[in-house]
């Protein structure tokens, strides 16, 4: 089989969406729509991939060009249906190699689902339908099988005579065949129906004409759930958290509280992690095996290695890097840090910018004063180092290993290894000046 191209269609207006932004560029668990059909095309194989768009979409294509490099789009001006749309992409994608169409805005169809459509074209079909089992057809495109269980053709809903609209097979719109099947069937569609659109459905019925067979491969409702307005969005992006809590627990980790964990698109979880309720994972976590995720943490950029517990309550932002049986307690933020193993922040934190040495232990109220408002600089605790509560380190600075920081120290200089800084006010003790103050001012009072 020669080389394998994805045309992704996003020439719609979107306008159900309300938004200023894009339709496809919305996000579904972290992760533009459109880039969903971008990775799904690169895992199935493609070189290329071209996004159909529309003139006037200025943002969608300066961040198409600026994520898939120059030649990525097709203009399909002005959009006259699906089926012109593909062929808005003929002269960018030529007639060697196979296809597949995605939508910009169906983001979970499956790997697989689209491996079976290239096998089905390996198989002999001419062309690859994926189709689903709708609980309520409604509006899409009925796919009509032969007695043999090939497929004759797809009837738009709109064209479809009642024993047509009874049939629950229906079509996704994700579709393969090699390029010169397509874009042959193509040329002979017409605009002759009831919206007066080129449908893309229609090369199944010339193919069919052409003494072709064109096959079915059958995916979930759930995969191919399409977002044009904002309850689909939360629709869509629903059903990627129940399939990927329910993937995570067949990889060994232990969700306590499923249903109130959200994950990204990119959230990697090693076996026998456990993780209690009410945690969010931003994009960019990566947790190896065996770490606790207590409640009610929030996680976006970071890597957590093995036996570390974080929370409950805590923070882990871009660049965090917690090693090994580390421990990151309640209301304790980090961000780009490094934490050696068995480090430990075990409560009311700001850990920013810099790393902390194996087995460094930081009080409760560590702050590293990492920004003077145009800078931002480093701040480095040594192994063993121990921080004592509410201290202030000014960034630049290191505390050597082994030191001590006696609580409430405001750090601005260096700290040698296995000293004792302490920079706070020496306490004075006055003895009895209480009972002789309550005495004074009790005297003055009674006297007026
Ligand atoms: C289409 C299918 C229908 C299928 C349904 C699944 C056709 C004729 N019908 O119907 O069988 O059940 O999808 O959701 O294909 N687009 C363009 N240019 C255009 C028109 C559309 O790029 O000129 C893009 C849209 O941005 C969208 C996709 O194609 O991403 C589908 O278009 P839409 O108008 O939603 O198709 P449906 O009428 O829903
Ligand atoms: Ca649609």
């Keep these: 089989m020669g080389e394998r191209v994805a045309v992704i269609l996003a020439a719609g207006k979107g306008t159900r969406m309300k938004s200023d932004v894009p339709k496809v560029l919305h996000k579904v668990a972290g992760r533009a729509m459109v880039d969903w059909s971008v990775d799904l095309a690169r895992s199935a194989g493609c070189s290329r991939t071209v996004v159909v768009c529309s ?32 062929q808005a992409a003929e002269e960018m994608v030529g007639r060697d ?45 009925r796919l009509i099988k032969a007695a043999d269980g090939s497929l004759d053709r797809i009837v738009e809903a709109r064209e479809a005579s009642a024993d047509e609209l009874a049939v629950t097979l229906c079509n996704s719109g994700v579709m393969a065949a090699s ?144 090693g090994e049986h580390c421990r990151i307690g309640n209301f304790v933020e980090v961000k780009n840090v490094a934490m050696a193993s068995g480090a430990k922040a075990n409560h009311l934190a700001y850990l ?12 409760a109220g560590t702050i590293f004063c990492n920004y003077d408002g145009f800078n931002k600089s480093r701040t480095v605790v040594g192994a063993g180092a121990f921080v004592g509560s509410n201290s202030a380190l000014i960034a630049p600075v290191t505390i050597g290993d082994g030191a001590y920081v006696g609580s409430g120290s405001v750090i601005t200089d260096d700290v040698d290894p296995d000293a004792l800084a302490v920079a706070r006010g020496r306490q004075v003790q006055k003895k009895g000046w209480a009972t002789e103050f309550r005495d004074s001012q009790s005297k003055s009072k009674s006297g007026d």
């Design 55 to 86: 003139p006037g979409q200025d943002r969608l294509i300066d961040y198409v060009e600026a994520t898939l490099g120059p030649n990525s789009i097709a203009i399909q001006d002005p959009p006259l249906g699906t089926g012109h749309a593909v």
């Design 97 to 141: 190699g196979h296809l597949v169409v995605l939508y910009g805005d169906t983001p979970l169809i499956r790997l697989e689902a689209v491996e079976g459509l290239f096998a089905a074209l390996e198989d002999g079909a001419a062309i690859g339908v994926l189709g689903f089992e709708a609980a309520d057809p409604g509006q899409y495109g």
């Design 179 to 322: 390029a010169s099947d397509m874009f042959g069937y193509l040329s002979n569609v017409t605009n002759d129906n009831a919206k007066g659109e080129f449908y893309l459905t229609d090369v199944v019925g010339l193919a069919h004409a052409d003494g072709r067979r064109s096959a079915v491969i059958e995916c979930d409702e759930a995969d191919v759930q399409g977002c044009n307005d904002r309850t689909q969005l939360a629709d869509t992006n629903a059903a990627f958290q129940v399939r990927r809590r329910r993937e995570a627990m067949a990889e060994g980790v232990t969700l306590e509280a499923p249903e109130t964990v959200y994950f990204s698109y990119d959230t990697e979880l090693g076996r026998d992690t456990i993780v209690e309720p009410n945690v969010v994972f931003g994009p960019g976590v990566r947790i190896e095996t065996g770490a606790t995720i207590r409640a009610f943490s929030h996680l976006e950029g970071a890597v957590v290695k093995s036996g570390a517990v974080i929370g409950p309550y805590a923070r882990l932002r871009p660049g965090a890097d917690i």
């Design 352 to 363: 920013g910018d810099g790393e902390v040495g194996v087995g460094a232990n930081l009080g």
